[in-house]
Every structure is written in structure tokens, then in C-alpha cells.
């Protein structure tokens, strides 16, 4: 128990009601960055009803692979990255990052689709 003012606010600090920590589970090949220049960034991901991809800001912090560009709603709606601090006991397999537009039921070049 705190035995003064100071010890709890000490304690209520560092147990937070809501924990904003943010998670990479697959993080091969991703990094983190802040944008710093005003040059011209967009997300590689529309958000739902969108038919453009939006802007990363100065200032704002995104993920990076390769030349995909993420902000982090984004990333979080693709399963990129998550809240949950336990996921690497949930599961051990690397999920597949499924294209924006769904083509999965178009036959493959060359497939005659029999």
C-alpha cells in the first residue's frame, strides 16, 4: 500500500486503466517511423468507403515495409499490428496480408479453371 501522496500517484502511473502500448506480432521486415518532412506520403491502405488513399501527416507515426507505407489505424484494421500484450501465445503462425481488392476467385494466369 502507498504510505503517501506521492507513492500513489507513482503506483497509479505506472498501472494505467487503459494500456497503450501497441504490438508488431510478425515484426520481420517493419519499422517505425515518425514523418518528419511536409513532403507528400500516403497510406498504402484506403479506409472503408474511401476510394483514395489518405495522407501521412508531419508528425504522424506509421509502419514501413519495403515500400508499403501503413499509418497505424490502418495497420491495426489489417491485423499489421494489435493491443493485445499476450498475442504470441494465441497463435504461432505468420498470417498472410490479403491484397486491398479481393481477386481470389479469379483463375490464376495460365489456369483454365477446371
Same mark, same amino acid.
Given at each position: 500500500m502507498p504510505?503517501?501522496?506521492h507513492d500513489r500517484?507513482?503506483? *497509479?502511473?505506472?498501472?494505467?486503466e487503459i494500456d497503450e502500448r501497441l504490438y508488431?506480432? %510478425?515484426?520481420? +521486415?517493419?519499422?517505425?517511423?515518425?514523418?518528419?518532412?511536409g513532403g507528400t506520403e500516403r497510406c498504402f491502405s484506403q479506409h472503408p468507403g474511401q476510394d483514395f488513399f489518405h495522407l501521412?501527416?508531419? +508528425? *504522424?507515426? %506509421?509502419? *514501413?515495409?519495403?515500400?508499403?507505407r501503413f499509418c497505424?489505424?490502418?495497420a491495426m484494421r489489417r491485423g499489421i499490428i494489435c493491443r493485445e500484450r499476450m498475442f504470441w501465445k494465441?497463435?504461432?503462425?505468420v498470417p498472410t496480408i490479403e491484397p486491398?481488392?479481393?481477386?481470389?476467385?479469379?483463375?490464376?494466369? +495460365?489456369?483454365? +479453371? *477446371?
Open positions: 504510505d503517501n501522496d500517484v507513482v503506483l *497509479e502511473d505506472t498501472q494505467p508488431v506480432p %510478425y515484426s520481420a +521486415g517493419w519499422s517505425v517511423h515518425i514523418k518528419r518532412s501521412i501527416i508531419r +508528425g *504522424e507515426i %506509421y509502419l *514501413e515495409n519495403g515500400d508499403e497505424l489505424t490502418c494465441h497463435d504461432s503462425t486491398l481488392d479481393d481477386t481470389s476467385d479469379l483463375p490464376l494466369q +495460365g489456369d483454365s +479453371g *477446371e
